[in-house]
Antibody
Framework: QPQLQESGPGLVKPSETLSLTCSVS??????????WGWIRQPPGERLEWIGS???????YYNPSLKTRITLSVDTSKNHFSLTLSSVTAADTAFYYC????????????????WGQGTLVTVSS | EIVLTQSPGTLSLSPGERATLSCRTS???????LAWYQQKPGQAPRLLIY???TRATGIPDRFSGGGSGTDFTLTISRLEPEDFVLYYC?????????FGQGTKVEIK
């Protein structure tokens, strides 16, 4: 079964760009046929889906964040990444990387594997 | 965007009792596209149920899901000590995928 691990800075200054990477082991991003994505959770609040990416580079973004986010994938390193620009305190949250369903099989678009999460704080 | 509303916010019960958690969606969705997750303190959520009724791998059979249309439920038949944590519902019927605000099951 796949294991996911987030990495990246835990502190980002306001107006700067947040960058996180998710390393995947036990599964191949390029051949498994799954989407991979990001979900965040501000402390004490509900979960928010950020976006998902397929190994081909096809992406799906939450419209509420679309203008600020970019997802990318590096199949040679078996990892995928998130960048979120122009961050504010409202972007302070636990960020989880997830496996998010099989290509074009909408009945599988739940999130079956999660990273442990990483807390990103936006503060000067 | 489909909004999910969970009730109650907190459920106070004793071990061995039955818990029924509710999730209401702002639009009708297919039963195929509703999931439930459990989140323990300091941990990532864990998939419990998908497609309203189907337990994920390794999930005990005391957890069951049901519902249709806009009203869905997660039932825990007999609460074990490790079940007193947070639960979220999730719809993947229409993007953006969204989650409920959560129900906390606490020991009475």
């Amino acid at each position: 079964q796949p294991q996911l691990q987030e990495s990246g800075p835990g502190l980002v200054k306001p107006s700067e760009t947040l960058s996180l990477t998710c390393s995947v082991s036990g599964d191949s991003i390029s051949s498994s046929g799954y989407y991979w994505g990001w979900i965040r959770q501000p402390p004490g609040e509900r979960l928010e889906w950020i976006g998902s990416i397929f190994h081909s580079g096809q992406t799906y973004y939450n419209p509420s964040l679309k203008t600020r986010i970019t997802l990318s994938v590096d199949t040679s390193k078996n990892h995928f990444s998130l960048t979120l620009s122009s961050v504010t305190a409202a972007d302070t949250a636990f960020y989880y990387c997830v496996r998010g369903g099989k290509w074009q099989q909408s009945d599988t678009y739940y999130f079956d594997y999660w990273g442990q999460g990483t807390l990103v704080t936006v503060s000067s | 965007e489909i909004v999910l509303t969970q009730s109650p916010g907190t459920l106070s019960l004793s071990p061995g009792e039955r818990a029924t958690l509710s999730c209401r969606t702002s639009q009708t969705i297919s039963f195929t596209y509703l999931a439930w997750y459990q989140q323990k303190p300091g941990q990532a959520p864990r998939l419990l149920i998908y497609s309203t009724f189907t337990r994920a791998t390794g999930i005990p059979d005391r957890f069951s899901g049901g519902g249709s249309g806009t009203d869905f439920t997660l039932t825990i038949s007999r609460l074990e000590p490790e079940d007193f944590v947070l639960y979220y519902c999730h719809q993947y019927n229409s993007p953006p995928w969204t989650f409920g605000q959560g129900t906390k099951v606490e020991i009475k």
